[in-house]
């Protein structure tokens, strides 16, 4: 049984795991090659059948510019723009159907579930390939 740890140890707990003395470099230049591959994130409204969600298919660029797939689902009940809840799916699942998990939607949050280059079909689909590996 898993047993979560107090508050306070929780807020005192520090990691162990080390970065990479590259680390920070890494990413700078990653980040800046892909955003000098260019492209816009983009977000098409899709009919998904859902009575108080507003649904999109979003593509926007990732590592070298190559696109990434999501699902938006914004609940149209919202007098103001709802807080955004961003799930990244695991290894082996990808965004799915648009009617997929619309746990956080129904709860009022809009939601942006997002593909992991190269997965899906394990126990979700997904729409983003891997064209590196």
């Known amino acids: 049984m898993h ?5 306070d140890e929780l807020r005192a707990y520090r990691g162990t795991v080390l970065e990479p003395a590259d ?5 700078e230049v990653a980040l800046r090659e892909s955003r000098a591959a260019g492209g816009r994130a983009q977000a098409t409204k899709v009919d998904a059948g ?5 649904v999109f298919d979003v593509t926007y660029p990732g590592f070298a510019g190559e696109p990434i ?3 938006l689902r914004i609940p149209r009940s ?3 723009p709802p807080p ?5 799916v ?12 619309l ?29 590196y590996g």
């Open 3 to 7: 047993k979560d740890m107090p508050i």
């Open 23 to 27: 680390f920070d470099t890494f990413w």
């Open 50 to 54: 859902l009575n108080g969600l507003d």
């Open 69 to 71: 797939k999501a699902w």
């Open 78 to 80: 919202a007098d103001q």
């Open 84 to 88: 955004l809840v961003i799930e990244y």
């Open 90 to 101: 695991g290894y082996g699942g990808g965004r799915g159907l648009p009617i997929d998990d």
């Open 103 to 131: 746990t956080w939607a129904a709860m009022g949050f809009a939601h942006l579930r997002m593909d992991n280059r190269g997965q899906g079909a394990t126990w979700t689909q997904g729409d983003t390939p891997d064209p």
